[in-house]
């Protein structure tokens, strides 16, 4: 009977051990599972520079810059890109600069899409793009349909979707609409998009290009990093200060523009890096702050919002021909807040700021206060030795 007991405790703990081993295998798979799901932000927004687009010509491997008139109207022209995602779906919306064309002119082939970075590699895939997702009018069916590319290291591609699209567009209006099912990219939890319009005119073998720049996935946060921290002023204080923009990417925006935002708060910031406020690269931009002697002690948040360009070099070899050598800038911008904290501490007391200036000077007057009694001292005794030496001469005589 012992012996059955023992053994039906011994079961019991093989029970329960494997039971924790099982919930523990579950929570480590869950846990895995949500650790790959895609990033989810809120919508975001690129500025892309007018009239930025490029003339490729193939004939004789020649790029310049797109000539863009009146009678040109169908030349597509990137002006902003707002994007956005839940996890599954990442959408986007091309905000054209004139009304969407419907029906291409003949001999005209139009492109609109995103190219996806899904490893953040540029090694990998093809100029580092590993999906494409590609909106294009077929001129044989008078359809607009939308592809989805795998791109491989070895400069081949494989169609993974191919799809009738509709409802992307509004009659008379400047906006594409772009979405992709993040499941069909493996689901990746930090990626790169590049957006692009583009037209093939057939007649003179001419590719009109317009990128946007690269943009991050999920989105960097932006900070100011100041010469202090915390930055400290007192009531009544005025003080020029160095900051800095930072990114939780670790890189440096290579060009960036300051503009202060009006608020009621009882401290007054001024750029003063150059007339165009413009901070390049690690170089600091100064600031001038005046803090209100009515200001109470505290800490005061003031709001930044800061232009950043983003521009880069592309080679969109797989969009032409597979020999197609010449790189194709791009130019773009985006526009984020960021806050510059300030601490305000109670103004000095009388006694306060006597100390503070005697800490300051004290040590130069104590110097200096030395230098004099020893002078004064030295003149002296000069003096009585020489009255001494002329009473002695007198009383030899």
Known sequence: MHKANSIRMNYNKFY????FVIISLHNFYHMTEVSAIPPFFSRQEIA????????????NNVIKKAYYNDTESELPDLRYIDYFS???LLNATLW???AFQNTPAIDTDFHYGMLIDADSNSATGLEGVDYQVDILFDTITKKWVKYLFDHSTISRHRTLALENYTSFFEKSNNFVSLSVNLDSLSSPNKYKVMFYAYVYQQDTAHFITDFSNWVDIPPPTYYILTSQNPLQLRAGDTKTIGAQLKS???????VVEFTTIENSLPITLNIISDKSNKSYSNNPTFFNVAVSEKAHEGQY???ILVKISTGSTFLPRFLFINNYSLSVPTEGSIFVPV???INVLEPLSDEERFREWWDTYGDLISLLGG???AGVASLVFDRLRKSRKNENIHSNH
């Open 16 to 19: 329960l051990v494997m039971l």
């Open 48 to 59: 892309d520079a007018s009239f930025d687009g490029y003339d490729i010509n193939l004939d």
């Open 86 to 88: 839940d996890g599954r």
């Open 96 to 98: 054209l600069n004139k």
């Open 248 to 254: 939780t990417t670790g890189s440096a925006p290579t």
């Open 301 to 303: 948040v003031i709001p």
């Open 339 to 341: 806050n510059l904290t």
């Open 371 to 373: 230098g004099f009694a």
